[in-house]
């Protein structure tokens, strides 16, 4: 039955894995400006073009479905210009697994880094996730995967962050976000504030927001949006930080721009 369960479960990975087609990105970052912005520990965001991206994009109202940890480079990963810069990240059919900078450069991204993390503390960071490299999602779990059939599923706002953790707490089963909040965790650096509960009259906000930011603590609760909208993460533009200067834009006369080179 085991046996059968985790064939099943490998189909629908594959088909909630599929790409479906989407427009092109309007800007994204080369491999090559990527790697010279980012910093080991750094956030990747990535707006991704999977059945599943589609399905946590819109359980999360969110531009970001996927993240990936930045650990700097590595011999375990080659890309085809022969660099060594890598991520780690978690993958339904893979696990968690070490990946070149490469795979998400004709994405749109976003890097997330960690404002003041000591340098010991990114360290443990980036050990924390290479002890997991290997462990696998578990297949056999397909209620799940069900989940992620259909893209936009009629759910109500409020049990939308618990559907993508259903499932997740066990470490064998983690996503993404999930895996890079327990990292962050285990050097207690926060991800997002803890709010004290107090009566929800007093300031005319709901119950239920004070319960959701109360239990997002669990690191199965934490989705990619998370660290893009936490206080406690700066956003870093890779075009920005390439000393940026608008005077080296040439505006023709539809007023569209060409960057001088």
């Known amino acids: 039955m085991n046996d059968l369960l985790r064939q099943i479960g490998q189909t629908l990975s594959r088909i909630i894995q599929r790409e479906v087609r989407m427009p092109l990105p309007e800007w994204c970052s080369d491999s090559t400006q990527l790697s010279k912005t980012l910093k080991p520990g750094d956030v990747l965001l990535v707006d991704g073009t999977q059945n599943v991206s589609v399905a946590i994009k819109y359980l999360t109202q969110s531009t970001w479905s996927h993240a990936a940890l930045y650990v700097g480079k590595s011999d375990l990963v080659t890309d085809a210009e022969g660099r060594h810069e890598a991520l780690i990240e978690v993958d339904l059919q893979n696990g968690c697994q070490i990946v070149p900078l490469s795979s998400y450069s004709k994405y749109n991204t976003r890097i ?71 990292a962050f965790q285990s050097v207690h650096y926060p991800i997002l504030p803890t709010v004290q509960r107090h009566d929800p009259a007093a300031n005319n906000s709901s119950g239920y927001s004070h319960g959701e930011i109360y239990h997002i603590r669990h690191h199965s609760l934490f989705t990619p949006r998370d660290f893009d909208i936490s206080p406690y993460f700066s956003v870093i533009k890779p075009a920005i930080e390439a000393d940026f200067d608008y005077q080296a834009f040439v505006w023709d006369e539809k007023n569209e721009a060409v960057e001088k080179r």
């Open 112 to 182: 997330c880094r960690a404002h003041g993390l000591s340098p010991t503390h990114c360290l443990q960071v980036v050990q924390f996730m290479h002890d997991k490299i290997g462990i696998k999602y578990d297949l056999r779990n397909i209620f799940d995967l069900l989940r992620y059939l259909i893209p936009t599923p009629p759910v109500p706002v409020r049990w939308r962050r618990r559907m993508i953790a259903l499932g997740s707490g066990d470490p064998s089963k983690a996503i993404c976000s999930s895996l890079i909040a327990q």
